[in-house]
């Protein structure tokens, strides 16, 4: 059998026809690196076609797939020496010739062929078509015809579960747990850096899997890949499905066919990120649907904590930021900034959100009596009510060491004044003083803010401190006196 298909009609995104053209086009590929062309078929029994692309022509000699990365579902054809046509003074972006890729393997059913532009040459092709030739009888899908996928095994991964976040899918950046329509991820238009992970396990290997995610609808009309990034198992996926529009429908969840997937045996990583700060784009997210026809069992993973230390019956000692309206010997925080010290709900240092807090350094001086291999250092913070890591609001680092940490800090809802002590991380400390640093990395405001301080536990009873007195590092309010010492 023998198929062709066009780059499609006018009107249609990419497709051009210039001036002197006899045929459209898909015009702009060689100028945009990444920019990714696909086409769906269908054949009747698994079988070795011979695959040809009509390129324009150009005056220079060139190897076809040295600049795009042509694949045929999973596999990359690489190593042929695909030369295209060429002759002086013979280029034109309007007319075209044919390029032999050679032999590929078709899998019964439906397939996919992608040509992708991979180099920053910009002396490449536009691509008026791709032809195929087979034994066996090969069909296009039409535009807008879609794989009937409602036989297939079908499971939903939600984000949100009795209220909760189940285990397996996490939030990081922005957003928050919503009751919306039974419970969502909300707060996520214009939440640039926003991301949700999905982590499935398959127990089997999946090459064709269908991925739908559950979104409200929203009254301006945007594509997938105007307002997210997906990634499987690290690698892109790209999508530029059109997304519900219409009216803001906050409570109702719409399934979105984002397009076709491949799972590998054992668990995978599905992540969107949020990459558009325009409030008009996105919404309330209830979770992703998968379907397959391979009959693989899907299920959230199983995500285990690292083993750490039960810190429950260690010794705790606090080290505020807010001593009786003052800033305590031992604490120090970085001059210049809009940082204000309240004496109100237990003392706490606030402002400490948004442009102008980014660059800020909250610097605690702890002498310890000897070295502690591991303590267990909290923060104590306000709620906010976006979502977020403590990696993507700050940075840690003790004694010069930086210490990393994706633990979720509290949200929900804005409490000012409400201190909650969130474990952060282990940290090692010296005999003698120690130097803790937390430094607010994003000018995100709606993360991070007022802090009441640190505290630190540690397995046995030692006697931790601020570091000496230092007058050049108290800050007073005024009517109040500074404070030397902490309280034990």
Request: negative net charge; proline residues 1%; hydrophobic residues 35%.
């Given at each position: 059998g023998r198929a062709e298909l066009g780059a499609g009609k006018l009107g249609?995104?990419?497709?051009?026809?210039?001036?002197?053209?006899?045929?459209?086009?898909?015009?702009?590929?060689?100028?945009?690196?990444?920019?990714?062309?696909?086409?769906?078929?269908?054949?009747?029994?698994?079988?070795?076609?011979?695959?040809?692309?009509?390129?324009?022509?150009?005056?220079?000699?060139?190897?076809f797939t040295n600049n795009v990365r042509v694949s045929v579902g999973e596999n990359n054809i690489e190593g042929r020496p695909c030369n295209v046509f060429?002759?002086?003074?013979?280029?034109?972006?309007?007319?075209?010739?044919?390029?032999?890729?050679?032999?590929v393997e078709l899998a019964e059913g439906e397939n996919v062929i992608k040509l992708e532009f991979i180099t920053e040459d910009q002396g490449g092709y536009n691509i008026n078509n791709i032809?195929?030739?087979?034994?066996e009888e090969i069909s296009w899908m039409a535009p807008g015809q879609e794989t009937d996928d409602s036989a297939w095994a079908t499971q939903e991964f939600r984000t949100v579960v009795d209220g909760e976040m189940p285990t397996g899918f996490t939030?990081?950046?922005?957003?928050?747990?919503?009751?919306d329509g039974g419970g969502c991820i909300g707060n996520l238009s214009g939440a640039k850096g926003a991301r949700l992970t999905f982590k499935i396990n398959s127990d089997k290997k999946v090459g064709y899997a269908m991925l739908y995610l559950n979104i409200c609808k929203r009254i301006s009309a945007y594509n997938f890949d105007m307002e997210f990034a997906l990634t499987i198992n690290d690698k892109a996926v790209k999508s530029s499905v059109r997304m519900p529009a219409g009216e803001n429908e906050w409570s109702v969840p719409t399934p979105v066919r984002i397009g076709v997937i491949s799972l590998e045996e054992g668990d995978n990583t599905i992540s969107f990120e949020i990459i558009s700060d325009n409030g008009d784009y996105g919404g309330n997210?209830?979770?992703?649907?998968?379907?397959n026809d391979e009959q693989a069992t899907l299920k959230y993973a199983e995500t285990s904590a690292p083993e750490v230390p039960n810190d429950t019956d260690w010794h705790a000692q606090e080290f505020k930021t807010v001593i009786d309206g003052a800033i305590p010997t031992g604490f120090t925080y970085t001059e210049g900034k809009n940082v204000t010290v309240n004496a109100g709900a237990g003392g706490y240092v606030g402002n400490l959100s948004g442009e102008s807090a980014k660059g800020i350094k909250l610097t605690f001086r702890i002498?310890?009596?000897?070295?502690?291999?591991?303590?267990?250092?909290?923060?104590?913070?306000?709620?906010?009510?976006?979502?977020?890591?403590?990696?993507?609001e700050f940075k840690l680092t003790v004694n010069g060491?930086?210490?990393?940490?994706?633990?979720?800090?509290p949200s929900g809802e804005n409490q000012w004044e409400t201190p909650i002590a969130v474990q952060i991380t282990f940290i090692s400390l010296i005999e003698?003083?120690?130097?803790?640093?937390?430094?607010?990395?994003?000018?995100?405001?709606?993360?991070?803010?007022?802090?009441?301080?640190?505290?630190?536990?540690?397995?046995?009873?030692?006697?931790?401190?601020?570091a000496a007195p230092s007058a050049a590092n108290l800050i007073a309010l005024p009517g109040k006196r500074t404070a030397e010492t902490i309280g034990d």
């Open positions: 249609m995104p990419y497709v051009s026809q210039e001036p002197g053209a006899e045929e459209v086009y898909i015009g702009n590929f060689s100028t945009n690196l990444g920019s990714t062309i696909t086409f769906r078929l269908k054949a009747a029994k698994a079988t070795t076609a011979s695959l040809i692309i009509s390129v324009s022509k150009t005056e220079r000699l060139s190897i060429f002759e002086f003074g013979g280029e034109s972006w309007v007319n075209f010739t044919d390029v032999y890729i050679g032999c032809k195929l030739r087979s034994d939030l990081s950046g922005g957003g928050n747990v919503a009751t997210v209830w979770g992703i649907t998968l379907k002498h310890s009596a000897e070295t502690v291999e591991s303590a267990s250092l909290y923060l104590t913070i306000a709620r906010r009510v976006v979502a977020y890591t403590f990696n993507d060491q930086e210490y990393k940490s994706n633990v979720a800090m003698g003083d120690n130097t803790i640093e937390i430094e607010i990395i994003s000018d995100n405001s709606d993360w991070g803010n007022n802090i009441w301080g640190i505290t630190l536990k540690t397995e046995k009873q030692v006697t931790l401190q601020y």
